[in-house]
Every structure is written in C-alpha cells, then in structure tokens.
C-alpha cells in the first residue's frame, strides 16, 4: 500500500520517490542525480561541489528578506541492513515501505528515515509556494554513515547562512546542540595457514537486534563479536584453530549476526562447553534480546587454519577489546561520553581484519579508548590504523536559535522540550570548523531502530515535526 495519502502528503510523497532511488553510502550517484534533478525542476539554484554534495539555493519569500539566511541540511545516504532471509540488493532496488498503525516500516530492510525523512522535508520546503521562510541553502551531504566524507568535504566559502538547522535526530521532543566525535579503529593482521584437526564446528548467531551504535550502545543490546568472541574462548584449552569470521558489517551499527568455523581436538568435549556457554549468554539476554539464536553444529572443511597460537591470540584480544560506554559524562546527566563499537570481524584465507568505530564528545577520551583498542591489538601482534576521526560539536546553550526553537515548542506543544547533546555523530561538528560562526540546531521525526532491519518512523511525529519546522522558519531573526 502506498503511504504516500498519509498527512503530511508532501512529505510521504517526497520519502517515498526518495526511497524509490538506491542510495547506499559511498554509491551515492543516483541520488545525488535525483536531487540535483529536483532543484533544476524547480527552477532554483543548483549545484554540486567536489566530493558530491548538493546545494539548492532558494530565495526569501515576501517579506521575509530581512531575516538571517538558513541552511537546511541533512545527508542522502543511508544505512544497507537486512535479516539474513530477506533477498534485497541495495545497490538496485529502491524501500519497499508499508504502514503498520502508526508507523512506516520496510519490508526486512533499513527504512531510510535516517536521513530520508530529513532529506524529504527540505524538498518539501524547497517546493512550497505558500510556506514564509527566509533565504534558504539547502545541504544536502553525501556518505555521512561511513565517513562522514560530504561534510569533511565542504570547504569554507560555500555557504553564506547564519543558522544551521540539521534535520536529522531521532526522538521528537528534543533539540541537540551537542553531539559525540568519533575516530575508525582498524586493526589487521596476516597469517600463515596450516592443517588442521579432522573436528570441525561451525557456530552462528543471529537474531540480535543490533542498532545505532552511538543512540543505542548503552542500552545493553548484544554484540554478536563480542560473543562469539566469548564461545570461541571455551575452546582455548581444546587446541582451536581459527579457520573463518564473519561478524558484523557496517562501524556505525551494532552486529547482529556472527559466523565462524573452527578446528579443535575434542569437538564432543567444545560442543558441551559451548551449550553451557549458551545457555548462560541466552539467560543474560533473555529480557533484551528475545529473538537470539545461538547454534552449533559439527561440520566438514577442506581449509587450511591458523595455528593453535595465532588463533588464541586473535581470541584473547576479542576477549580484551573494550566494547560498550567506556565513560559516561561527568557534566551532562545521563549522557555517554565515550564509547566504543566492535563493529565487524572477517577472517578468510588467513587474512584477518576486526573494525570499531570508537565515539566521545571529549577529544581526549576518544584518543584514550582508541589507544586502548590499539594496545591490546599490538599486544596480538597486529598492526592497527586510526582513520576517519571527526570533532564532536560543541554545546552552545545561549544561542539565540535555541530559545526560539524552545519557546515554539512549549507553545505549540504545551511541554518543555529536552535541551541535549547526544552521542551521536552528527555532522554539525564538522561544518561547524569551516562556519564558526554559524549558529547550529539539530532535531527531526521519532525514528526508532535506526541502522537496523527494525527502523521504523511514527506518523504521528512527523506530522509534529513538519508542524514545528515550519513555525521555526517563520521566526527565523532578523537580520543582525
């Protein structure tokens, strides 16, 4: 069923050509086609800069001149997740979305609210004859999930706004003006290949149901590494050989499967220690992760693995890897400071290659727990890469924007809204080294399960946010 005659029209009608586009990051080119063909269409502005982003400049509407010039911004691409059984290519087919109550869901997939409701609200502005609103620079960046590369990108000068208003935050009730920096930890090693026993075992888990891996890292959802990494431990004593990984898949997402095959001398004696393993990890999980599935078979291969001592020291370091809240801020309750993700682990053919995305608002802390990971990698003799770091955006509470936005929102909404910083990384800390001067804001729609099969976006919350985008455009200040 078409969502697209569900209210705000526009909106659900813009999501839904949107989602219509494949759009997975770094393979941005057809939307960024799309979007550009969308500005051309309406006769604005348009260009794209050097790294793929798009700009679309649309002037004030009548007697909206004097006010301070915005920029709209949200990303175009999107996070590619999907349950093992669903055949979908993301490269080629566009969201297949329905309606379920008061939410929009995909059908096995990510759903692209993550930014894609963002990204539809600004075309919705852009093509609005009726809506006041200041000069306007729509943003529109590319490979902000795994990079952040467009913002990075977007070089000083490009931009002439005063207010930055970033659409793209999950809970509705609040208004980010702070958000986490975050640095990619790839460690990676190379191994010669022996023989190995004739016992071979094959583990799998699934059914984790992963999530962002800022918004979501302390709410204790399993790790599908770190718990293989915990089963694999069982079999030190049992002379385990590492045969093949694969665990995990994008920095920014919680793992929620993870696969292995493994040699060892007893495989009667490893099963029995692994279903006693199990059943104690389904136990600790069994109030948040009701759909884990942990299973074990014996099997055959005809591979080559790694030795006995490279296989425990791969193991050991899996085992010591911090994952999870490393520090939670001293200074804003409730908020995570710092963390790390063990995003994704791959063994094949003897070359190994384990990836974490480590996150902190706190410049300092981000180094420290990176070179933690780093420590105990190099103590396993791998060798380990720090790329992709990004600063955090620091808070500025007083801003004139942020009273507005609040003062609109007790208004329309008779509530206070919630003023946070979040550990997310937005790309307003990036944008913000090149435009210092520049006020930013950062809210959007509810979207829960965000960079997993589960993502879904409350109707009822877009309604609410499309309400109060287009109050907080009317009173934009004037010009200073």
Known sequence: MSITHLEPQNIWKNFAALNAVPRPSK????V???????????????????????????????????????????HLDMVCQKNNNVDFDFETQGIEMYADG????????????D???????????LESSDIPHP???ALFTIDEETGMTGALGLKAGQLTGEILLNLDTEEDDEIDIGCAGGIDVTASASYDLTSTSSHFIKIDIKGLQGGHSGMDIHKGFGNSNVILGRLLYTGIDNGIQLISIEGGSLRNAIPREAHAIVSVNNSDEFLQKLETLKTEILEEFASIEKDLSINFEKTSSTEQGLSTEDSKKII???KSAHNGVYRMS???????????????VELKNGELKIMNLSRSSVDSSKMAVAEQLKSVFELAGMEVEFTGSYPGWKPKPDAEIIKIMTEIYEKDFGAKPQVVACHAGLECGIIGANYPKMEMVSFGPTIKGAHSPDERASISSTQKFWKYLQEILKNIPVKK
Do not use: C, Y
């Open 27 to 30: 393979k941005e080119e057809k």
């Open 32 to 74: 960024i086609e799309f979007i550009k063909n969308f500005g051309e269409n309406l006769n604005l502005e348009t260009s794209e800069d050097e790294v793929g982003n798009v700009i679309i400049r649309k002037p004030a509407t009548s007697g909206m001149e004097n006010h301070q010039p915005i920029v709209l911004q949200s």
């Open 102 to 113: 008061d939410w929009i869901k995909a059908k096995g997939t990510t759903l692209g609210a």
């Open 115 to 125: 930014n894609g409701l963002g990204v539809a609200a600004i075309m919705s502005i």
């Open 135 to 137: 000069a306007i620079e």
């Open 316 to 318: 050991l370091a899996l």
């Open 330 to 344: 001293p200074d804003v309750e409730d908020l995570v400071e710092t963390s790390n993700n063990i995003a994704r």
